[in-house]
């Protein structure tokens, strides 16, 4: 008997064609199509393998970068710092003894690996994708599965390209409306989970749907996919469209000829079927997000930036405050930093550097603050020199740095000092995440960039306003 | 059967970067990250113990389970979290809520995640202050969390794969290899 096709959503059909076998009371056993690797959760993996005698099943499934522990300056010469240096070093034996591409140090495609995999053309719709990084959501901005594992089953993927998994709970986000000046991308996560709260999204997947949404660059979508985790969803996806598919047109591992047509018929039957039902909605309004920045130590605690830090609800919030060393009751404008990070998986991508040389052409960063630019790629470093960004990043007093995961985890030098705050556009806030003791405003390239300029947290909109005047 | 003690640690949202901050992720081997469980919170920037952070009371030394406000291990997804309390002597972690993939890891690792109510929490918070000796039983097998002090026993969730495997030591890899002819099929067979 033939039972008409429920109607499913863009996870679903997605998820449901990766399953390999489903048995009650038993994960479902999901196939892998590509798997990302990096210096830090990889190397124990490769153990597990070599303890047990195995051999990658699909070496040409997974990819490889150095990106979470590598310097900023120098890329050419060794690196200094003993312990990176090995593990840098490992995860070349790694690849080499297993068969592995890897995009390292030195290579023209090397960054952060959510920056390389679409730059790459390697993330595409359809596709199930994850790596031992919890920002591996940020690829589901194409309307793939991707989300973050632990180096446990980064060694299942690398055996056997399968993973164990229960099926999560599905989420639909939509934002609807249009944005308003000033507000961009990141304005729009930050304010979704400063609505929904840290651990908003747990053990659901989420989608994000509406105008707002699908008027979004690829960066964008990217940005907004990038934080899913941040409010403990499993990741988050969008439906691809024209966007998607310009995107992704003629990148080194996209489809070609024949083989694109019949892609992009394909991924055009991926987004929800009208009709197909979500476990959990929230509906937004693009009109009611400003400028967003943090204030607290997880990237919950955000607000607009017209609004009053709020009163501490519980211990908790006190003792975020109290590290913060920002008082509640009054806006946050005003608050002086000493330091402005632009960089990350979340915003690092080109078009982030262009709104910031966008608002800081012409001007220079406030006496004693320090600039960092780390762009997310080789290649965005080549477009940001080849479209003349870095002459106004030099001319700004900012330095243009070479790709990694740099300050947003600090990992490496790059280290904001104790009781320092940092304007940062990158995806944590969290007590030391900049460095022991340092203190992170999260927040946009825009804003990060206004904050340079006068060197304390500014709303940009009113910079963009002098800007408009200065070149009537 | 776990029987033990409880460090209590009544702070919401621990993240993975406060339980082994990332500087300390450089190691290319599992062992040893339990010397730097909550580096930040626990030691001093002189490297000296910070006195009365829970870790550092004597009054819980040698407790084999850690109890801890909702939403515990969100963030980064750095299994070196669970290698940490692992190394550290850790079996079971309490909390009324564990994040997704912090919850996996760990059961990768033989760290059993236990979640209770938020109320049954409070209550166990406020028994381990009045009562730093308090002890706690877990049975896996029947999952069952017991403490006599409160005359309370609750049983608690776990996926019934993981539990198999958490009785009998199988790991996921011994598993999916098994599957392997499923897999190469499905391979062959049509993809979106």
């Known amino acids: ?472 | 059967m776990i029987r033990t003690t409880c460090i209590p640690l009544p702070v919401e949202n621990v993240d993975t970067d406060q339980i082994i901050p990332a500087r300390f992720l450089k190691a290319t081997t599992r062992a040893g990250f339990g010397d730097n469980l909550f580096a930040d919170w626990r030691y001093l920037p002189d490297g000296s113990p910070v006195p009365d952070f829970p870790l550092n009371d004597p009054r819980y030394a040698g407790a084999k389970a850690l109890v801890a406000g909702r939403n515990f291990g969100c963030g980064s997804s750095r299994e070196h979290a669970a290698w940490a309390l692992a190394d550290y002597g850790i079996k079971v972690v309490i909390s009324s809520f564990f994040a997704d993939i912090f919850r996996g890891n760990a059961l990768n690792n033989g760290l059993l995640p236990l979640q209770v109510s938020e109320e049954l929490l409070q209550r166990l918070f406020r028994q381990i202050e009045a009562d730093p000796a308090t002890e706690i039983l877990v049975d896996l097998e029947n999952q069952s969390l017991h403490i006599p002090a409160l005359d309370e026993s609750v049983t608690f969730d776990i996926d019934p794969y993981k539990k198999l495997c958490l009785l009998n030591g199988y790991d996921d890899i011994d598993y999916i290899r098994s599957r392997r002819e499923a897999i190469e099929a499905w391979e062959k067979g049509l993809r979106i």
Request: proline share 6%; with cysteine.
């Open chain 1, 1 to 472: 008997m033939q039972v008409a096709d429920q109607p499913k959503t863009l996870f679903d059909k997605v998820w449901d064609a990766h399953v390999v076998e489903r048995r009650p009371d038993f994960p479902d056993l999901l196939y892998i199509d590509r798997h990302f690797i990096h210096e830090v959760t990889s190397p124990q993996a490769f153990d597990e393998l070599r303890r047990r005698g195995l051999r990658v099943f699909r070496p040409g499934q997974t990819i490889a970068t150095a990106d979470h522990n590598v310097p900023t300056i120098d890329q050419h010469l060794p690196i200094r710092e003993p312990l990176s240096r090995k593990q840098v070093a490992t995860l070349e034996a790694n690849c080499a003894e297993f068969g592995i591409e890897l995009y390292g140090l030195g290579h023209e495609r090397q960054g952060i690996v959510h920056v390389i995999g679409p730059e790459l053309g390697i993330t595409q719709p359809g596709r199930t994708i994850v790596c031992g990084d919890s920002h591996t959501s940020t690829h589901g901005a194409f309307g793939a599965i991707a989300f973050g594992i632990g180096t446990s089953q980064v060694a299942q993927v690398l055996a056997t390209q399968c993973l164990l998994q229960h099926k999560p709970r599905s989420m639909r986000i939509e934002v609807n409306g249009t944005l308003r000046k000033g507000v961009t991308a990141k304005d729009i996560i930050l304010y979704i989970i400063s609505k929904l709260t840290t651990s908003g999204g747990t053990q659901h997947f989420v989608e994000y749907a509406g105008s707002a949404i699908r008027s979004l660059s690829m960066e964008g979508r990217m940005t907004i996919c990038n934080m899913s985790i941040e409010m403990g969803a499993r990741g988050g996806m969008i439906a691809p469209d024209d966007t998607t598919f310009e995107y992704l047109y003629g990148r080194p591992f996209a489809p070609r000829g024949k083989a694109w047509d019949e892609a992009v018929a394909r991924w055009r039957r991926l987004p929800t079927d009208e009709g197909a039902a979500y476990d959990a909605v929230h509906v937004f309004d693009a009109h009611d997000i400003e400028p967003m920045i943090t204030y607290g130590t997880n990237p919950g605690m955000a607000i607009g930036i017209s609004r009053p830090v709020p009163h501490p609800a519980d211990a908790t919030e006190a003792r975020a405050l109290e590290y913060m060393g920002i008082e509640p009751g009054k806006p946050l404008e005003g608050q002086p930093v000493d330091y402005v990070f632009i960089g990350s998986c979340t915003n690092s991508r080109i078009e982030d550097l262009r709104a910031v040389a966008s608002l800081v052409q012409g001007r220079k960063k406030a006496p004693g603050v320090t600039v960092w630019v780390v762009p997310g790629s080789k290649q965005v470093e080549a477009q940001a020199r080849a479209e003349g960004l870095d002459r106004i990043f030099e001319a700004a007093g900012f330095q243009l740095r070479q790709p990694g995961c740099s300050a947003c985890l600090a990992m490496n030098e790059d280290k904001v000092p104790s009781g320092k705050y940092c304007i940062s556009t990158s995806n944590r806030n969290f007590e030391g995440r900049q460095g022991p003791g340092a203190r992170t405003l999260l927040a946009s390239p825009l804003m990060a960039a206004a904050a340079a300029v006068t060197g304390k947290v500014t709303d940009v909109r009113k910079l963009l306003e002098s800007a408009a005047l200065a070149t009537i």
